[in-house]
């Protein structure tokens, strides 16, 4: 299992779904995931792993939206269980994100479970959050050992 909060919550997603093999779960908090690229007025500031200036291929290239078409076939025995959640506060592209990852997922019939909770960016959310998803981790280890 892998998760995070923040930066780290789009960490967790990068890394597992590059590497779903790796994975049986994963749980992003407040990720910050886009299914598009910032405009070249958003990029982010140094230092970034998108190049400077920034590189709009690499980004698509490293995007986890890019690799959910090819998730399921990568994952087909050890399917990769993934937890969103995010406040309803948040920076609405934070929000839209955690939607827009949840929805690509289900439309490839890829197991999510999205909640959006009452609060913004702080650890309120993530206290919550945090608690949820390690129930989360265990429901999903349970039903492996069953």
């Given amino acids: 299992m892998i998760g995070g909060l923040s930066m780290g919550g789009y960490g967790a997603i990068h890394t597992a779904f590059k590497h779903p093999e790796l994975f049986g779960a994963v749980a992003s908090l407040s990720g910050g995931l886009s299914k598009t690229p910032p405009a070249q007025t958003e990029?982010?500031?140094?230092?970034?792993?998108?190049?400077?200036?920034?590189?709009?291929?690499?980004?698509?290239?490293?995007?986890?939206?890019?690799?959910?078409?090819?998730?399921k076939q990568r994952v087909e025995e050890a399917r990769l269980q993934v937890y969103i959640s995010t406040g309803d506060d948040d920076d609405a592209r934070i929000v839209q994100g955690a939607v827009d990852l949840y929805n690509a997922l289900r439309a490839e019939?890829?197991?999510?479970?999205?909640?959006?909770?009452?609060?913004?960016?702080?650890?309120?959310?993530?206290d919550r959050g945090l608690k949820e998803a390690l129930i989360f981790f265990s429901n999903t280890f349970r039903a492996r050992i069953r």
């Fill in 43 to 71: 990029a982010p500031k140094p230092p970034t792993p998108w190049g400077i200036p920034f590189d709009a291929k690499r980004w698509q290239a490293e995007s986890p939206f890019t690799w959910i078409p090819s998730l």
């Fill in 109 to 126: 019939d890829l197991p999510a479970e999205l909640r959006i909770t009452d609060g913004a960016h702080t650890w309120e959310v993530w």
